[in-house]
């Protein structure tokens, strides 16, 4: 029998908060997969949309709350299937733009249906979402602050 | 500039929540990196001392809802850093058993601190913890019906 002894109530909504992303997360995978793409390339493909054709890496770094190191990792991924495309910055040679293949747009037209994560938020009362992200926004900036990131430089998202 | 043209409520509320939940875990991480051990480590010892010393890696899977092949990669990591032992059930030669070795327990006894989210938590009032978890619920259970999960069958957490 689980013997959790002396679990404090901090971890344990630590615990939650992690299935409770996880799952939806994992509801998002299994709707994106028929259309070919994964739930972190259309986190990618959305902020590529949303920073427009000039993007750069670190911008989508910033964007999601990605490390680079981790973002240039799927970037890559991403061209050798054919969702994006990488080119030279005309004026900078060194910087990288980001930019839509007509694959990616179509992929990511498709994406913006969300039908797994309006399900899921549906079980909420629209009070219910509003409480949610107020106490989520509260301790996403204590972290933010904690892992010594301005909450402020966080782009995205904004409030509800 | 930003355009994030006709973004949901629903998408921006679990893009939030992917936010909080990933940035306390790099906050855990940071804390617990000066005892040797990840975030993901620290969840396994955990499971295994909930669930006691003839656990098995399909328990540990359950226990913190993650994939059995996720599970298998980091237990053959922590067995090589020796921070668990895995030996065959005498009864069930196919069966493996999980158990923490000397070095696993001190890195669980260090683990049990949590400062970090003990600092992130402070940030909401009691009864904002309570209002947190309560919509958390709500959302993981719907999310674990949407990808075919019983969220009776999940042994933790259990309520604040």
């Given at each position: 029998m689980p013997?959790?002894?002396?679990?404090?109530?901090?971890y344990k909504l630590w615990v939650l908060l992690g299935q409770a992303s996880d799952m939806i997360f994992e509801a998002r995978e299994n709707e994106l997969r028929e259309y070919g793409i994964t739930a972190m390339q259309a986190e990618v493909l959305f902020a590529v949309q949303a920073i427009g054709d000039k993007t750069t890496p670190a911008q989508?770094?910033?964007w999601t709350l990605r490390r680079p190191?981790?973002?240039?990792?799927?970037?890559?991924?991403?061209?050798?299937?054919?969702?994006?495309?990488?080119?030279?910055d005309l004026?900078?040679?060194?910087?990288?733009?980001?930019?839509?293949?007509?694959?990616?747009?179509?992929?990511?037209?498709?994406s913006l249906k969300r039908k797994?994560?309006?399900?899921?938020?549906?079980?909420?009362?629209?009070?219910?979402?509003?409480?949610?992200?107020?106490?989520?926004?509260?301790?996403?900036?204590?972290?933010?602050?904690e892992v010594g990131k301005d909450p402020k430089k966080v782009p995205f998202p904004k409030s509800l």
């Amino acid at each position: 029998m689980p013997n959790i002894g002396d679990v404090d109530q901090d971890y344990k909504l630590w615990v939650l908060l992690g299935q409770a992303s996880d799952m939806i997360f994992e509801a998002r995978e299994n709707e994106l997969r028929e259309y070919g793409i994964t739930a972190m390339q259309a986190e990618v493909l959305f902020a590529v949309q949303a920073i427009g054709d000039k993007t750069t890496p670190a911008q989508i770094s910033r964007w999601t709350l990605r490390r680079p190191h981790s973002i240039s990792g799927i970037l890559d991924r991403m061209e050798k299937v054919g969702l994006i495309r990488k080119t030279k910055d005309l004026a900078r040679k060194n910087q990288v733009r980001v930019s839509m293949t007509d694959k990616g747009r179509q992929a990511y037209n498709k994406s913006l249906k969300r039908k797994s994560i309006h399900r899921i938020m549906s079980a909420l009362a629209e009070e219910e979402r509003q409480q949610l992200w107020s106490r989520l926004e509260t301790a996403r900036n204590k972290a933010l602050k904690e892992v010594g990131k301005d909450p402020k430089k966080v782009p995205f998202p904004k409030s509800l």
